[in-house]
């Protein structure tokens, strides 16, 4: 992209026309997106997607650029500032995922038996009514996934016992956490 098009391209956004703004993504999706999965930290990258990130800045960026907040002498120092404003939600966004993976547990760790006196009928009857809850919120096609990660899987196991990849495993697993802590009778 040149200079001269650049400027066309955000006179052209400036005065409302939203096709603009298109072209200006498409050109630097690309860039923005190979930032995204070079920097992405290797503890974050099952949990979200680059183009979410690239989207995600794009849009905030948007509006600036709509109302003429920045002005860039060149492509470059255009790029530069994409770049540094898609890393820096690039970091937010990991390390909100860092963190929420560092509270996480094994499933298995729930359901195993505590040292000590036998549960109350009270708590198996609370388990069970868990497990029901989770049962009908369970899509019929994921139910596997389920029922193997209560017998104490590991997601690449039922990975390979499903034939699903790991990623989706883990993302049926987040949907159905989700779906379980906003699921009222």
Partial sequence: MTDVSMEDLIDRLRTGEDAAAGELY?????????????????????????????????????DGLRDNRWQFQDVSRLRAFLARVVLCRLYDRARTALRQAGREGPLVELCRERPGPEPRPSEHARAEAAWDRLLAICPPEHRSVLYLRRDGHSCDEIARETGMHPGSVRRVLRGLARRAAFHVD
């Fill in 26 to 62: 498409c050109a630097f999706e690309p860039f923005m997106r190979g930032l995204v999965r070079r920097r992405l930290p290797r503890g974050a990258r099952h949990r979200f997607d680059s183009a979410d990130v690239v989207q995600s800045a794009w849009a905030s960026l948007l």
